[in-house]
RNA sequence: CGGGGCGUGGCGCAGUCCGGUAGCGCACCUGCUUUGGGAGCAGGGGGUCCCCGGUUCGAAUCCGGGCGCCCCGACCA
């Protein structure tokens, strides 16, 4: 036995390791239809954690949730120019509703910037009247070619934001604060540090003016684009009339912003801080930060009697606690079970412990070199718990900002060095820029990375590149340089 | 959409070359003994062999055509 109960090794085949762990920590399964996926409890009790902390701060940020539908006449998403051209491959249709032919067909939602657009025309009348900040939790497809478990499906889940200002200045701030907000949760509840910027014209959302992005390292050295913030000028309220009477009474086209993040993050969790033993969650988004399992009950039941009561005394705590009650499976097994499902703390208690008022802890992860079991008193058990798992929250964000930085490169100046990084540990490579999207296009085919984004400034190099990487010519920023999902 | 691999109880596979009435491990069910890192013994249940068609006395196996999944690319959150 033992052998096939072992997940891949990241070592050994990244992609596999991935899968496989989706599968043995119960956060997905593949649907019947093609490229779609059923989300787990398990999978899905995070993603609920996830959305809660963010709904949050969407609401401290002032915007209000909303529902559009799911549907969308054809005709609107045609009205923008780049925005059909970027979305017309991976359109879902629908052309036959009631046993009959439709006269227009309509499209399953890709995103909604259009009729949300078609509907603010219709509320905003006055200056008085902005900004409006709406967001939605919906469902979107994308008829993508090759999908991947949360990382690219078909129907995917996700929030959509969109904002309409009265001026230029304001949306493109309210851009910007949210792309601070994805980048706080991301770091401060997911662990997982992304690189902010802008993305470059030809990586921008279809219809946008500008688009920024958290763009994290995962596991493999490849980036991930973990979350979108664009801001999208006029553009779509010139399409669809939405004007309104400014102070001194002129009749103006608004401004808008959009921006998402969607269950693709959970694919990012995955491959940020899982292990060979599976998955690891930052304790703030974890359905269980703390399972207890007793081990060996005595006849008076006395066993599983503590574990309940320092159970209740957690949850009194605010700490999300369950006894792992199960008397048909082994303690061996709930342990391995916990580990893959990423739990971040384990107690163990058992006649033993029940003798001493003592308790075993083991922590999913610790810092290198420290013992992963230790026994203390039920009391201290108690007594720092909450401590312990924010120490654990923060030791998995220093260690996915140690990750990130130690493959970072910066001081790379031709495309023969990037290519050697690409082919081979990977990372992301920092570089000057002239601004030529020939150069983005000749990188891309002769090293397979892409231009992740022009970094935010606190990303800088201390030392500005000044020539850029792919022409003998004066570089006009700094880029970040990645192969990405 | 191109290249590669694969579809056989829930999962992982053998059997396919060379046609003869489907097997192994894990999981599952029952009972007893166990329980501090994936338990042991005994008994038991479960499969239109991806689908459709063809060849044949007979097809998981041979032939034709579909469909699906995975990996690597190009496209994208």
Wanted: hydrophobic content about 35%.
């Amino acid at each position: 036995m033992g052998k096939n109960k072992q997940l891949t090794q990241r070592s050994e085949d990244f992609s596999t390791w991935y899968n496989e762990l989706i599968f043995r920590a119960e956060l997905a399964d593949h649907s019947p239809v093609r490229g779609s996926m059923v989300i787990r409890p398990w999978g899905y009790g995070i993603w609920e954690h996830m959305q809660r902390a963010l709904d949050d701060m969407f609401k401290e940020t002032g915007h209000q949730n909303v529902y559009f539908p799911l549907l969308i006449p054809m005709s609107f998403i045609e009205k923008e120019k780049d925005h059909i051209e970027g979305f017309k491959p991976e359109l879902v249709v629908v052309t036959h509703a009631g046993g009959k032919e439709l006269e227009e067909p309509l499209v399953v939602r890709p995103t909604s910037e259009t009729v949300v657009m078609s509907m603010m025309a219709k509320w905003v009348q006055s200056y008085r009247d902005l900004p409006m900040k709406l967001n939605q939790w919906v469902n979107v497809m994308r008829w993508e070619l090759r999908t991947r478990l949360f990382l690219r499906t078909s129907e995917f889940l996700w929030q959509e934001g969109h904002t309409l200002h009265a001026t230029t200045e304001e949306a493109e701030e309210h851009t910007k604060i949210m792309l601070g907000v994805y980048r706080n949760f991301m770091e401060n509840w997911m662990a997982m540090p992304p690189v902010t910027g802008l993305k470059s014209e030809s990586e921008k959302f279809a219809g946008a003016v500008r688009s920024y992005s958290c763009e994290a390292m995962m596991q493999d050295n490849k980036a991930l684009q973990a979350g979108t913030s664009h801001f999208l000028g006029q553009n779509f309220s010139r399409q669809f009339d939405v004007t309104f009477q400014s102070e001194v009474g002129k009749e103006e086209f608004g401004w808008n912003t959009s921006w998402g993040v969607s269950t693709r993050l959970l694919g990012g969790l995955i491959m940020t801080h899982g292990d060979d033993q599976g998955l690891v969650l930052p304790p703030k988004i974890a359905p269980i930060q703390v399972v207890i399992v007793p081990v060996k009950d005595l006849e008076d039941g006395s066993v599983l009697g503590k574990a309940e009561s320092m159970c209740s005394e957690l949850i009194a705590q605010g700490i999300r606690t369950k006894v792992d009650s199960r008397d048909f499976v082994n303690p061996g097994s709930k342990f391995y079970e916990w580990e893959r499902k990423g739990v971040p703390i384990r107690l163990e208690i058992g006649p033993r412990d029940l003798e001493n008022n003592q308790v075993v802890l083991v922590q999913r992860v610790v810092p290198e070199g420290q013992p992963k079991k230790e026994v203390l008193s039920q009391l201290e058990a108690l007594g720092t718990m909450s401590k312990k798992l924010d120490s654990l929250q923060g030791l998995l964000l220093d260690n996915a900002v140690k990750r990130r930085e130690d493959n970072s490169y910066r001081k790379v100046k031709t495309i023969t060095e990037l290519k050697e990084i690409m082919d081979g540990p990977g990372g992301y490579v920092y570089t000057g820029w002239c601004g030529d999207p020939a150069v983005e296009l000749a990188i891309k085919e002769q090293t397979g990375a892409t231009l992740r984004c022009i970094p935010e400034e606190e990303f800088r190099s201390t030392k500005t590149p000044h020539k850029c990487i792919g022409r003998d010519q004066k570089s006009e920023m700094e880029v970040v340089w990645a192969k990405a999902y």
